[in-house]
């Protein structure tokens, strides 16, 4: 599965004639189409998941997808880990109204966990390890607020390990995502982590990933 992940840049952006662009043109490439507005690194950018500007957006999008004579792949939006409680809410109902199928939890955070390098006050999005739990947490609640509804969470944050996988799967999860940990330990944490994913999943009663997914809320 290949998803393309779309985003503004800092400068000249036009949220709602961007984005329809951008899918229309990875439209024809993609499995899935991530609409970004949760990246730190671009100024601007997370204020687009407030619940006006983001459903603006994805009606947009929306209408370019039923325009487009081929491919029409599946929308997601990924969300940051620091959206206060309240704002978690509004942004799950919001992408529920627009029929998104998917929400990609989360991208890197502006918090800093636990950090005790003289580097820590430094600007910009964290991942790794330090993102592990709050994503974790933000997954298992958007997970309770979708409970019933057809919507595909994919867990994204920290994960460098089958266990994490599975933690993530257990919280809501269908799908897990990884980034910093690939970058770290290369090709080789794809077999590394399968093999500890079964390991923990056999450990755990679980005959298959997909009765483990939610086992958290049940």
């Given at each position: 599965?290949?998803?393309?992940?779309?985003?503004?840049?800092?400068?000249?952006a036009?949220?709602?004639?961007?984005?329809?662009?951008?899918?229309?043109?990875v439209?024809?490439?993609?499995?899935?189409?991530a609409i970004?507005?949760?990246?730190?690194?671009?100024p601007?950018?997370?204020?687009?998941?407030?619940?006006?500007?983001?459903?603006?957006?994805?009606?947009a999008?929306?209408?370019t997808?039923?325009?487009l004579?081929?491919?029409?792949?599946?929308?997601?939006?990924?969300?940051?880990?620091?959206?206060?409680?309240?704002a978690?809410?509004?942004?799950?109902?919001?992408?529920?109204?627009q029929?998104?199928?998917?929400?990609?939890?989360?991208?890197?955070?502006?918090?800093?966990?636990?950090?005790?390098?003289a580097?820590r006050?430094?600007?910009?999005?964290?991942?790794?390890?330090?993102?592990?739990?709050?994503?974790?947490?933000?997954?298992?609640?958007?997970?309770?607020?979708?409970?019933?509804?057809?919507?595909?969470?994919?867990?994204c944050?920290?994960?460098?390990?089958?266990?994490?996988?599975?933690?993530?799967?257990?919280a809501?999860?269908s799908?897990?995502?990884?980034?910093a940990?690939?970058a770290?330990?290369?090709?080789?944490?794809?077999?590394?982590?399968?093999?500890?994913?079964?390991?923990?999943?056999?450990?755990e009663?679980?005959?298959s990933?997909?009765?483990?997914?939610?086992?958290?809320?049940?």
């Open positions: 599965m290949l998803g393309a992940n779309i985003a503004i840049n800092k400068e000249g036009v949220p709602l004639g961007d984005y329809p662009a951008m899918y229309a043109a439209a024809p490439f993609a499995d899935y189409v970004n507005v949760s990246s730190p690194n671009t601007g950018l997370r204020d687009l998941q407030g619940e006006r500007q983001l459903a603006e957006i994805l009606a999008v929306a209408a997808r039923d325009s004579a081929g491919a029409r792949p599946p929308v997601l939006v990924k969300i940051a880990p620091d959206l206060a409680p309240a978690v809410e509004t942004l799950v109902a919001t992408v529920l109204a029929g998104v199928a998917g929400l990609i939890v989360t991208n890197t955070t502006i918090a800093r966990p636990a950090l005790r390098s580097a006050s430094q600007a910009g999005g964290l991942s790794g390890p330090p993102l592990f739990g709050p994503a974790t947490e933000l997954l298992r609640r958007v997970a309770r607020l979708a409970k019933g509804h057809d919507l595909t969470l994919i867990g944050g920290g994960v460098g390990s089958g266990e994490q996988a599975l933690a993530k799967i257990k809501g999860a799908l897990v995502q990884l980034y940990a690939f770290y330990d290369g090709p080789a944490l794809i077999p590394r982590m399968k093999r500890e994913l079964a390991a923990a999943l056999r450990r009663g679980f005959g990933v997909q009765e483990a997914v939610g086992a958290d809320l049940r």
